[in-house]
């Protein structure tokens, strides 16, 4: 993951690849990551939900399939849906001549800036942090909900609306039931991730309109911006363990959640 990474971001003459690309190498990321995860996990260590490391790959791996979805081809055979649906949207809002101002370049270092920065964080840091899991889960159920919504208000199925339905929604709900629980998280931290992700796509979107659209910053800053936004949770409630215990109120006494 961390030689990706830095084949992703540093400049080796494969940015042009990448740009057009990368949501079909997510999708091969993906299994890759799921085999990973399982393979890792011992013998004695409880359920999927019970197993922070492997919930934050399931997540991440979610992600990637939803990125997919939205970016690739979408269930009504589209190819590369979001980048109309996007570029309209900022024409009816910004004026006409401002459509394809989102390019190829920007949907990739948006969705790959933040996203995958807390998804392969939080799998990094899971033996020891918890809540880079708990905002990568309040990610994809404030994405899927807000795919809902739109899939409601426009009575018809958006790109993505598939994987936030059947993926993002109830994995991530269940994922947050199972942690506070057993005492891995509090009511506290479990808000906090739903926060994180809400305002994650608040900057997402309003960064967006602000640096590519009305040229109020220069975007190579919006960027950074998504990045660092994506490092955020590991500085927050930095105390936890990665399983869950045999005993969840011993567990408790053991790893305060803040």
Same mark, same amino acid.
């Given at each position: 993951?961390? =030689?990706? $990474?830095?084949?992703?971001?540093?400049? @080796? /003459?494969?940015?042009?690849? +990448?740009?057009?690309?990368?949501?079909?190498?997510? #999708?091969?990321?993906?299994?890759?990551?799921?085999?990973?995860?399982? !393979?890792?996990?011992?013998? !004695?260590?409880?359920?999927?939900?019970?197993?922070?490391? @492997? +919930? #934050?790959?399931?997540? *991440?791996?979610?992600?990637?399939?939803?990125?997919?979805?939205?970016?690739?081809?979408?269930?009504? /055979? %589209?190819?590369?849906?979001?980048?109309?649906?996007?570029?309209?949207?900022?024409?009816?809002?910004?004026?006409?001549?401002?459509?394809?101002?989102?390019?190829?370049?920007?949907?990739?270092?948006?969705?790959?800036?933040?996203?995958?920065?807390?998804?392969?964080?939080?799998?990094?840091?899971?033996?020891?942090? =918890?809540?880079? $899991?708990?905002?990568?889960?309040?990610?994809?159920?404030?994405? /899927?909900? #807000?795919?809902?919504?739109?899939?409601?208000?426009?009575?018809?199925?958006?790109? /993505?609306?598939?994987?936030?339905? @059947?993926?993002?929604?109830?994995?991530?709900?269940?994922?947050?039931?199972?942690?506070?629980?057993?005492?891995? #998280?509090? %009511?506290?931290?479990?808000?906090?991730?739903?926060?994180?992700?809400?305002?994650?796509?608040?900057?997402?979107?309003?960064?967006?309109?602000?640096?590519?659209?009305?040229?109020?910053?220069? =975007?190579?800053?919006?960027?950074?911006?998504?990045?660092?936004?994506?490092?955020?949770?590991?500085?927050?409630?930095? %105390?936890?363990?990665?399983?869950?215990?045999?005993?969840? *109120?011993?567990?408790?006494?053991? !790893?305060?959640?803040?």
């Amino acid at each position: 993951m961390v =030689v990706f $990474a830095l084949m992703a971001w540093v400049p @080796l /003459g494969q940015q042009a690849f +990448m740009e057009e690309h990368w949501m079909k190498i997510g #999708a091969y990321i993906a299994p890759v990551l799921m085999f990973l995860a399982f !393979h890792r996990r011992r013998v !004695h260590e409880p359920r999927i939900l019970s197993d922070v490391t @492997l +919930m #934050a790959s399931l997540l *991440t791996a979610a992600y990637l399939l939803h990125q997919v979805e939205e970016h690739w081809v979408d269930l009504m /055979g %589209r190819p590369y849906p979001l980048y109309d649906f996007l570029n309209t949207l900022i024409a009816d809002v910004a004026g006409e001549d401002r459509y394809g101002v989102l390019t190829p370049s920007a949907i990739f270092y948006v969705n790959a800036g933040m996203v995958w920065t807390v998804g392969f964080v939080s799998i990094l840091v899971s033996p020891k942090y =918890v809540f880079p $899991a708990i905002a990568m889960a309040g990610l994809t159920i404030v994405n /899927g909900v #807000a795919h809902a919504l739109n899939g409601l208000a426009y009575q018809s199925y958006n790109s /993505g609306l598939a994987t936030g339905l @059947l993926i993002f929604i109830p994995v991530g709900i269940l994922f947050y039931r199972r942690l506070l629980r057993d005492g891995m #998280a509090s %009511r506290t931290m479990l808000g906090a991730g739903l926060l994180w992700g809400l305002l994650g796509h608040v900057f997402l979107f309003a960064g967006l309109f602000a640096a590519n659209v009305y040229g109020m910053f220069p =975007v190579s800053l919006y960027y950074a911006g998504l990045i660092i936004w994506g490092l955020v949770p590991i500085a927050l409630f930095r %105390r936890g363990a990665s399983t869950f215990q045999d005993h969840p *109120t011993e567990a408790s006494s053991r !790893h305060r959640p803040y």
